[in-house]
């Protein structure tokens, strides 16, 4: 009975971690091309923004979301074959996710607020005369 078990837990395992992997991949290029998408139209132009940084925010959000990705797929690997290799590569995942969700956490909430300051000013200088 286990082993007829195992005999469906190994194959669905290995092809939900290679779904999670392709995820990850997909969501990295999905990642670069909204990166882009939002980048392209502010080259050269002069705005109040900073397209670079934005464009960095960007993508690491993008980047987080793929490794949320990959430690899922490194857990259902770990799962149906805990290897030492596997549980080594899972826990190195989950520190890097771990440290960049908290600094880009950061740092979008420092744009928020430069973001939030650059519209105060704009509106101190121009108040609306409707308002």
């Known amino acids: 009975m286990l082993d007829a078990l195992q005999a469906v ?3 669905l395992g290995t092809a939900t971690r290679v779904l999670l992997e392709a995820l990850s991949v997909l969501t990295v290029l999905y990642g670069l091309i909204a990166t882009f998408h939002q980048a392209i139209p502010r080259l050269g132009r002069r705005l109040p923004t900073r397209p670079s940084n934005q464009a960095r925010l960007t993508f690491g959000s993008w980047l987080a979301l793929a ?3 990959q430690l899922a797929a490194d857990i259902v690997a770990t799962t149906t074959s805990p290897t030492e ?3 080594i590569q899972l826990g190195v995942i989950a520190v890097i996710r771990t440290f960049l969700n ?3 956490g950061r740092e979008i909430e420092a744009e928020q607020r430069w973001e939030g300051e650059v519209a105060q000013r704009a509106a101190s200088r121009h108040p609306n005369p409707l308002a």
């Open 102 to 104: 908290i600094f880009l």
């Open 9 to 11: 837990i190994e194959p």
């Open 85 to 87: 290799s596997n549980l």
């Open 67 to 69: 490794l949320e990705f």
